[in-house]
């Protein structure tokens, strides 16, 4: 089993909606999670990190559930520039390194 | 210095070739990865180094794998007989867990990436 699993997609979702991506981790001492955009040939760039709480960042809302190992990302009002792969990344305690997901892709279409 | 800088772009190399990768990460980041990433996969961690102490390596950096950090400034990355198998964007990333702000201190900045074909 993948330590971090999404669902490769695609998601295809027209201009102005709403789109949800869900990711499961399978360590239970992964303590930081993160979500990264990675447009086409191009690296990943950090879009926010995910707390305990949830927290919001604009349209995009991550929230994350330790019971049940999952995290999830919401993009409302969904624009053309959202369009991107989305990672799933989780750290563990005591480890310095980031454990990516397959990534999420996601095309809005007009 | 606004970002990660990876050396080459593009590299394409007769198998059995060595070839090595230069990262020159922020200047006031103190922490250094490498990363690979192949084609639908997300990246996959090689190896970090806090300043010129390599701490990790993953078992993925097989012996063909050498990676260095003399200065504790840029990084190589060297591949030695190379293999088909090793064709794939290298990433470089650094960051520094002393920085300012949640954020600076637990993401990380990537280069453009290294993209290795192997022919």
């Known amino acids: 089993r993948k330590e971090v699993e999404q669902d490769p997609g695609p998601f295809n979702v027209p201009e102005g909606a709403t789109v949800a991506f869900n990711c499961t981790y399978s360590?239970?001492?992964?303590?930081?999670f993160f979500w990264y955009r990675q447009d086409c040939r191009k690296e990943p760039k950090l879009l926010m990190s995910?707390?305990?709480s949830g927290n919001e960042d604009g349209r995009f809302t991550a929230q994350l559930n330790r019971a049940s190992q999952y995290i999830s990302l919401l993009i409302r009002d969904s624009k053309l520039s959202d369009s991107a792969t989305y990672l799933c990344?989780?750290?563990?305690?005591?480890?310095?390194?980031?454990?990516f997901g397959t990534g999420t892709r996601l095309t809005i279409i007009p | 210095d606004t970002g990660v800088s990876q050396n080459p772009r593009h590299k394409i190399t007769k198998r059995g070739q060595n070839v090595t990768f230069r990262c020159d990460p922020i200047?006031?980041?103190?922490?250094l990865y490498w990363y690979r990433q192949t084609l639908g996969q997300g990246p996959e961690f090689l190896t970090y180094?806090?300043?010129?102490?390599?701490?990790?390596k993953s078992r993925l950096l097989s012996d063909r794998f050498s990676a260095e950090r003399p200065k504790g400034s840029f990084s190589t990355l060297e591949i030695q007989r190379t293999e088909q198998g090793d064709s794939a964007m290298y990433l470089c990333?650094?960051?520094?867990?002393?920085?300012?702000?949640?954020?600076?201190?637990?993401?990380?900045?990537f280069g453009s990436g290294t993209r290795l074909t192997v022919v």
């Open positions: 990344v989780v750290k563990n305690f005591g480890n310095e390194k980031l454990t």
């Open positions: 360590n239970s001492a992964s303590q930081s």
């Open positions: 995910v707390y305990s």
């Open positions: 200047s006031e980041h103190n922490r």
């Open positions: 180094f806090q300043n010129e102490a390599q701490l990790e």
């Open positions: 990333a650094s960051n520094n867990p002393l920085g300012q702000g949640i954020r600076e201190n637990y993401g990380y900045t």
